[in-house]
């Protein structure tokens, strides 16, 4: 958030944004349900842009209630569990999908596209679009999250708001879904990546030690560590010292996840670290590893990234994306190719490891607060002439 003031600031100084800066009354109203009950990767780049772009920001919107901060507690669930009903009743059919849309006067700027069936959307909106995930992978999710999306998706593409992708695989993914969508303007801004790692307490974790591969991320079929445990005992790394650590969060098929990782001989699966023993994971990991089935944008990674580590990802996805030239790219449904790369961590020369992280260093140069600042706060006025 720090870097996101500071690019406040940064941003009066550069003469060509000038007009940006003295808007006399806001441009978009926000439709930020979302921060009602997520606090993933889609909430804090919502934070992030309302923390740089303010100033050109009017009413906050959850659902059918505008405040300057989100509803709290039981009536912060309420609303949410309604706008939740609304929704799917508008998507699948039921007695709340009766429920009128709310409208502000100003356009809106829809956080997450799952808030759209609570509103009449119009050309002159905004959308943030993360992923298509539900329409490109159905298998990840609940059954009635397909037809959800396909709702919203096909109601984007036939109103033509402007959509701000966090990706170009987004952006491409959307398109090959959707081709005949007619959209107001479309871009790419990703999220904004803090740089330096300094200053953080770290505290080493019990029970992992010697060399070791990293995973962060959600536990479960999504993120893919069936297979990636699988390659693990392919390379046979476990039999030279080597361990392979999972942390993160449940998410479906996590059960599946933690049985196999019982199982499998060099594993380590943490039920919780604080963020020190994470920074410490981190700065003492060998590799890190996400041949992810599907990432909106893959903030595990840009996290390896910045410190210093080479990360194995999934090849032509939005992770190879993000870390560039220098990761190691395979494929996810390749046992034998993820083993290899596995290996290849471990035993990369030193000289080779630098080359892969000069190469990281300059593809995180596009992801600086201070340059996602700018980007949208010029796309807030684009968008609104």
């Known amino acids: 958030m720090v870097g996101f003031v500071k690019a406040i600031i940064d941003c009066q100084t550069a003469p060509n944004l000038g007009s940006i800066l003295t808007q006399s009354a806001p441009l978009f109203d926000v439709e930020f349900s979302l921060s009602i009950y997520n606090r993933t990767g889609k909430y804090f780049?919502?934070?992030d842009i309302i923390d740089a772009c303010g100033d050109l920001l009017g009413e906050a919107h959850y659902g059918y209630y505008h405040s300057k901060s989100p509803p709290q507690r039981l009536f912060g669930k309420v609303l949410g569990r309604i706008q939740h009903l609304q929704?799917?009743?508008?998507?699948?059919?039921?007695?709340?999908?009766?429920?009128?849309?709310?409208?502000?006067?100003?356009?809106?700027?829809?956080?997450?596209?799952?808030?759209?069936?609570?509103?009449?959307?119009?050309?002159?909106d905004a959308v943030i679009c993360h992923d298509v995930g539900p329409i490109t992978h159905p298998e990840l999710f609940d059954p009635n999250t397909r037809p959800i999306y396909d709702h919203i998706y096909k109601q984007i593409a036939a109103v033509g708001p402007h959509v701000i992708f966090v990706s170009q695989a987004t952006q491409k993914a959307f398109a090959d879904c959707y081709p005949g969508a007619k959209l107001a303007s479309e871009r790419v801004i990703y999220p904004a990546i803090r740089q330096d790692v300094s200053g953080g307490a770290t505290e080493p974790v019990e029970g992992v030690k010697g060399p070791f591969l990293l995973t962060v991320g959600a536990l479960g079929t999504r993120k893919n560590q069936i297979r990636s445990m699988k390659a693990f005992t392919q390379s046979d790394l476990a039999k030279r010292g080597v361990t392979y650590v999972l942390c993160g969060s449940k998410e479906p098929g996590f059960e599946v996840v933690q049985k196999a990782a019982l199982e499998t001989e060099g594993v380590v699966?943490?039920?919780?670290?604080?963020?020190?023993?994470?920074?410490?994971?981190?700065?003492?990991?060998?590799?890190?590893?996400?041949?992810?089935?599907?990432?909106?944008f893959g903030m595990p990674v840009a996290e390896a990234i910045r410190y210093g580590l080479v990360p194995l990802?999934?090849?032509?996805?939005?992770?190879?994306?993000?870390?560039?030239?220098?990761?190691?790219?395979?494929?996810?449904?390749?046992?034998?190719?993820?083993?290899?790369?596995?290996?290849?961590?471990?035993?990369?020369?030193?000289?080779?490891?630098?080359?892969?992280?000069?190469?990281?260093?300059?593809?995180?140069s596009r992801f600086t607060p201070e340059t996602i600042a700018r980007q949208w706060r010029a796309a807030l006025v684009d968008m609104s002439k």
């Open 45 to 47: 780049i919502g934070k």
């Open 87 to 124: 929704v799917t009743g508008k998507a699948l059919g039921g007695p709340f999908g009766l429920l009128p849309p709310h409208r502000p006067a100003r356009p809106l700027l829809h956080m997450d596209p799952f808030s759209i069936p609570s509103t009449r959307l119009l050309p002159t």
């Open 269 to 296: 699966m943490l039920k919780y670290v604080s963020d020190a023993q994470l920074a410490w994971l981190y700065q003492n990991a060998s590799g890190f590893v996400l041949p992810s089935l599907l990432e909106g």
């Open 313 to 364: 990802v999934t090849k032509d996805s939005v992770l190879e994306e993000v870390a560039g030239e220098g990761a190691l790219g395979v494929d996810a449904e390749n046992e034998p190719d993820i083993a290899a790369a596995m290996i290849k961590l471990i035993d990369m020369p030193e000289s080779e490891r630098n080359d892969r992280r000069a190469q990281m260093t300059v593809a995180m």
